[in-house]
């Protein structure tokens, strides 16, 4: 892979990156609700998942999953199920909401916003097609490959995890404007909309033809 190349992809990469999609507005609602540091816990957990899903494009089961219109589906379903209790939660929950202490537990521990990052992360099975379709463009196929994945999957986790972590940071600043009960209500509102419209748009989508 050549200088040039890499430089293409970074490109490709930081516009994509910084485009808001569910696991932006997962660390923004994440940040006004319980602060920056849980929130970078969140985006830790689905810059994993963005890893995972790389790891597998490598090992070739997003040509699996492409040809397989079973496991597509299921996996849609289940993602768009996942985005869609996120939504109904904000749109159900209070504007007292985002009054949660610094030391809360239980469904706010490490563990559990790790998981909720992963799950959003991996909530949609396109990511698997679009790595599977994006990482050959780049590949020289004369050299060896295994270091050239790592080389890319890096570059995408960096600037993966380096979005995330601006949105929620710029998102704890308004913390404090969107305490006010209805600025805090329409704040779920919002992200509840947002969130079951991208489970819609999963929910709408096909699987590319092999």
Do not use: H
């Amino acid at each position: 892979m050549t200088l040039s190349t890499w430089l293409l992809y970074a490109v490709a990469v930081l516009v994509l990156t910084v485009t808001p999609g569910p696991s932006v507005l997962m660390c923004i609602s994440t940040s006004v609700q319980l602060g920056s540091r849980r929130a970078l816990i969140a985006a830790l957990g689905s810059t994993t998942a963005i890893a995972c899903i790389m790891f597998l494009s490598m090992l070739g089961l997003g040509a699996v999953l492409a040809a397989s219109d079973v496991l597509f589906s299921a996996l849609k379903w289940m993602g768009a199920a996942y985005l869609a209790y996120l939504g109904l939660t904000s749109l159900l929950s209070k504007a007292a909401g985002l009054k949660v202490p610094s030391d809360a537990r239980g469904s706010n521990s490490t563990r559990s916003l790790f998981s909720r990052g992963m799950l959003v992360g991996a909530s949609n099975p396109k990511a698997l097609l679009f790595f599977g379709a994006l990482f050959p463009q780049f590949i020289d196929s004369s050299a060896s490959q295994a270091p050239q994945f790592v080389v890319l999957g890096v570059t995408f986790v960096f600037f993966e995890l380096f979005w995330l972590s601006i949105y929620a940071l710029t998102a704890a600043r308004a913390r404090q404007w969107l305490q006010q009960p209805r600025r805090a209500l329409a704040f779920n509102r919002v992200t509840g909309v947002v969130f079951l419209l991208a489970a819609g748009f999963l929910a709408a989508t096909k699987r590319t033809a092999p």
